[in-house]
């Protein structure tokens, strides 16, 4: 809509004074190299030249744990009592391009604006502006630049995106919810860049990428029959610890669980994520269980991220953010899988 | 462990574990007592009580 | 090639044309030549590309573990890993005929998330760990950095550099290692602090957890085909929703479930992806093992797999603090 600029010094300014009416979410460090969102109450607590953080903005949207609904037993009838409902505004500032696309491809997840929209996600959605930042030095794992609509500076779907230029920032404002952040606090910004900076800006920060994965044609390749039965996958099985690491950490994995606190005939019911790690994770009664061994389960996650992602909403479930193979512990490496199964058609 | 949880931040005196033989009604009233004094001076435990 | 990729490739090659195994595991290359990934080498042309290097951390006998290996097979071990052999010896998890022990002595692991910030690890080229310090060599640079900048906690005060056992040692054994950190020492000024202040540091820590799991799946003793954790459903006291009360009970019971079987391999620690200090609550318990049943360090020979765990056995000179 337009491009904008604002002074380092004044971010924190207007961070501090955003603090005021509306709850900031932003990265902090919350142990030495350990950096999460998390509410903030000042803005000299947010980092602003990280690379990634550990767990991605999901966990803002779509919370680890998330309670639902309280019931109660009174014998003759169950009451159910909606719990308060999440007020206020809230302010996610820091989100890179990967994240801000992860958000992109949950709406659809959670259906944003359809028939079957999930509550719980709409509300926190609608009420959050998303202050993006462009990745001014990509990490070691980053490989976003590879996928299609993604770069270090992509907007995706940021009400207001910025990008770190010589003393400041560019400032792009997005949608209307950016458009009203930025009127309200007209102050704080300066006209100074125009479209065509961002993308000398941008072409320079891309040549730092290290990591490149080619995913072409990556769907149809995942939809082979001889790809899908492939000892491939047993071979790539072995390494795994089948722990959640890698699920957990994703940006666009949304798996979650519906479990109960209870205690006496009073309790909450509450979802939590869940990951197709787990050996528990499709285990039906009769203990039958359709993805039984890791080789069922490996193939599913990458199955998941490259092609039935894909099938259903039409785009890769896979952002590029490196989170995955940089903390598996075993390094099994997603744009690896990529190039091998590619050779395997 | 008795020793792991002080260790990860319990109060030492909210763990009891003593081996009381069916014969012993008075070292069981006994230790009952001392548990409950104990306890009561502590005041409520505030350690791993925010789930339902 | 490092002299020792080319010893172990070797290696891997005489077993695997003399029929001696059907697989040889070790590790290949992963994202980049300073990132190390298991590889399972059923072939010759598998074998050339195994690699050694200080980079090579992940314990790999814990992946054969699941019962999923028939055929005869040899596994490259560091010190540390050599004692997870040892433990999955006396849980009956490994069976000693099938499994070639290849021990390698070691000087220490090198962390990428401690020289991140100094060297670009993608153009790391080659590593030299000595007891004086780190030369990483890059593409553009030699770096020079002292054990404790660019070293595994785990290795700074490690006690087994050579392997406790081994078919077969490749490579020169390490003298002492320079102990740059005292872990033990860290566990005891912890417990001596006061209860606010035990119970600050653990739950700034627990509060992070994500239960992922990953200490449990790559930890040496955590065995169990179905895991407790992994039947919540059924239990009133640990739920699947991340509270801090519920990271609390997974932790303490975690813990508590190893006791006096823990290797101090520092995989659990090693694998946390928000850092949460495991191993310093895994050796306080060692600790205290140690201090009741006075077992000392435990799994330092093959003769240990014929001692039973503490916890695991029962003899009438056990303390008895609750009589």
Request: a negative charge.
């Amino acid at each position: 809509m337009s491009t904008k600029a604002i002074d380092k010094n004044k971010l924190s300014e207007l961070l501090n004074s955003l603090l005021f009416k509306q709850t900031l979410i932003a990265p902090v460090e919350a142990e030495e190299d350990i950096l999460l969102f998390k509410n903030v109450e000042s803005a000299d607590q947010v980092v602003l030249d990280y690379q990634n953080t550990i767990t991605p903005v999901k966990d803002w949207f779509f919370s680890q744990t998330e309670e639902l609904f309280e019931f109660k037993n009174k014998i003759t009838e169950l009451e159910i009592n909606d719990l308060p409902a999440t007020d206020g505004e809230y302010i996610l500032f820091g989100a890179r391009p990967c994240d801000l696309k992860s958000v992109e491809l949950l709406d659809l997840v959670f259906d944003e604006d359809g028939e079957f929209s999930d509550s719980f996600y709409k509300e926190k959605r609608d009420r959050t502006t998303i202050i993006g930042l462009s990745c001014s030095e990509p990490g070691a794992y980053c490989f976003c630049n590879s996928l299609d609509g993604l770069s270090p500076t992509a907007t995706c779907n940021a009400d207001i995106m910025l990008t770190e230029m010589d003393g400041d920032y560019l400032v792009e404002v997005l949608t209307d919810k950016g458009e009203k952040l930025v009127s309200d606090n007209s102050s704080y910004f300066s006209d100074k860049y125009s479209e065509e900076d961002k993308e000398t800006r941008t072409e320079e920060i891309v040549s730092n990428m290290k990591l490149t994965v080619d995913v072409d044609d990556i769907e149809a390749i995942m939809q082979k029959e001889d790809v899908y039965l492939s000892d491939y996958w047993q071979e790539l099985s072995l390494k795994c610890l089948g722990c959640a690491v890698c699920t957990y950490i994703c940006p666009t994995c949304h798996c979650y669980d519906i479990r109960d606190y209870s205690r006496g005939n009073a309790g909450i019911r509450y979802r939590c994520w869940d990951s197709c790690m787990f050996n528990d994770f499709t285990e039906a009664a009769g203990d039958h269980n359709p993805r039984p061994t890791r080789r069922e389960r490996v193939r599913q996650r990458f199955m998941h991220k490259l092609r039935f992602f894909d099938e259903r909403y039409g785009d890769t479930g896979c952002v590029g953010c490196g989170r995955c193979l940089e903390k598996c512990p075993v390094n099994l490496d997603i744009t690896r899988v990529i190039s091998d199964v590619k050779e395997l058609a | 462990m008795k020793r792991l949880l002080e260790y990860v931040g319990f109060e030492p005196e909210r763990l009891y574990v003593k081996w009381i033989s069916g014969s012993e009604g008075q070292k069981f009233a006994d230790t009952a007592t001392e548990i409950t004094e104990n306890i009561k001076k502590l005041g409520p435990n505030k350690k791993m009580r925010d789930a339902q | 090639m490092s002299k020792e990729t080319e010893l172990v490739r070797n290696k891997a090659k005489e077993l695997l044309e003399d029929g001696d195994v059907e697989l040889v595991v070790g590790y290949e290359e992963g994202t980049y030549p300073s990132r190390t990934t298991p590889l399972f080498a059923d072939t010759l042309e598998k074998a050339e590309r195994l690699i050694w290097n200080p980079f090579c951390v992940n314990s790999l006998p814990k992946l054969l573990s699941k019962g999923h290996f028939e055929d005869k097979l040899a596994v490259f071990v560091k010190g540390c890993d050599s004692r997870t052999v040892i433990r999955l010896l006396q849980d009956n998890q490994l069976d000693r005929d099938e499994v070639i022990v290849l021990g390698i002595p070691c000087n220490g692991n090198v962390d990428l998330d401690k020289i991140k910030d100094k060297v670009d690890i993608t153009t790391i080229i080659e590593v030299e760990v000595t007891n004086n310090g780190v030369n990483v060599k890059t593409e553009g640079s030699t770096e020079e950095l002292s054990r404790e900048e660019a070293l595994y906690d785990k290795c700074l005060d490690c006690r087994f550099p050579n392997p406790v056992i081994a078919d077969e040692v490749i490579g020169n054994e390490v003298s002492e290692l320079p102990k740059n950190k005292n872990k033990d020492d860290e566990v005891a000024s912890l417990a001596n602090k006061s209860v606010a202040e035990k119970n600050e540091f653990w739950e700034a820590h627990f509060e992070r957890c994500l239960r992922c799991y990953a200490c449990r799946n790559a930890c040496s003793a955590c065995t169990c085909r179905d895991c407790l954790f992994d039947r919540d459903e059924r239990s009133t006291w640990l739920a699947k929703g991340k509270t801090l009360s519920d990271n609390e009970a997974f932790h303490i019971t975690r813990a508590f479930h190893v006791a006096g079987r823990c290797v101090d391999c520092g995989e659990c620690e090693r694998v946390c992806p928000v850092g949460i200090p495991v191993q310093k609550l895994n050796r306080k318990i060692s600790l205290d093992m140690d201090n009741l049943f006075g077992i000392g360090e435990i799994a330092t020979s093959e003769d240990d797999i014929d001692n039973p765990p503490p916890l695991g056995t029962f003899l009438t000179e056990d303390p008895e603090e609750f009589m």
